[in-house]
């Protein structure tokens, strides 16, 4: 079956240092693979998304994401925590026995704080 | 920039109520979505219509109906509401059918069932 693991509930890092928000997916066919952020009482911002080329993509508010074929990761990373950046973040991957709808399959989410 | 808008933040009805919920977008999309969101079970997949008048089943469509009269308008309907639909509802819209295509997400519909 497709799907798409997040597998810590929970991220903490300091304020400044380096984050990682991992995500690994299953699904038959070429993957196309999606970020998004959901801040307190909102609704999901896109981030980013990887459908083909550059293995490393690069989006808003200076994430970007790795996709390696061999790992089936995805993993989302930024070079220096804000605290402005703790959110709810979701990995989504595109179903691709949906018979070519949009249909996308989300993590569980990781919840990212970053302290002071 | 895209704008999904949905009729209402919080809502709370009681068990066995008829509820409405509706979601408009700006943006002249093709697709429209419905999700309902769940801690730690992530988003899910209600209905979805890629043109008007057609609707899709999602991975849950059970207990819940969908309507799109309008391209811009998709409404998710509980015909008789239960406790467990209280959830978040979350409506996204995309541009094209394709599968390499946004999803943009509205604010959400915090709904309560007592």
């Known amino acids: 079956a497709q799907s798409v693991a997040q597998p810590e509930d929970q991220v903490n890092v300091a304020e400044g240092n380096p984050l990682t928000v991992k995500c690994t997916y299953s699904?038959?066919?070429?993957?196309?693979l999606f970020w998004y952020v959901q801040y307190p009482n909102r609704g999901l911002q896109f981030l980013l998304k990887?459908?083909?080329?550059?293995?490393l993509v690069k989006g808003s508010y200076g994430f970007e994401a790795e996709f390696n074929k061999s790992q089936t990761s995805f993993h989302l990373k930024k070079p220096s925590a804000l605290v402005s950046d703790s959110a709810l973040y979701f990995c989504a991957v595109r179903d691709t026995a949906s018979g070519g709808y949009n249909k996308l399959i989300f993590g569980a989410g990781t919840r990212l704080a970053v302290h002071p | 920039d895209v704008k999904v808008t949905q009729s209402s933040r919080y809502l709370v009805k009681r068990t066995g109520e008829k509820v409405f919920l509706e979601c408009v977008q700006d943006m002249d999309h093709e697709n429209m979505f419905w999700y309902r969101q769940d801690p730690g079970l992530g988003l899910r997949l209600i209905y979805f219509?890629?043109?008007?008048?057609?609707?899709e089943k999602g991975d849950i469509p059970e207990g819940y109906s969908v309507s799109r009269e309008k391209k811009e308008r998709f409404s998710l309907i509980l015909e008789s509401a239960s406790t467990n639909q209280t959830s978040m509802y979350l409506c996204?819209?995309?541009?094209?059918?394709?599968?390499?295509?946004?999803?943009?997400f509205g604010p959400g519909t915090r709904l309560t069932v007592l």
């Open positions: 699904v038959s066919g070429n993957p196309y």
């Open positions: 996204a819209s995309s541009l094209y059918p394709g599968g390499s295509d946004t999803q943009y």
């Open positions: 219509s890629y043109d008007v008048k057609m609707k």
């Open positions: 990887y459908i083909t080329g550059d293995n």
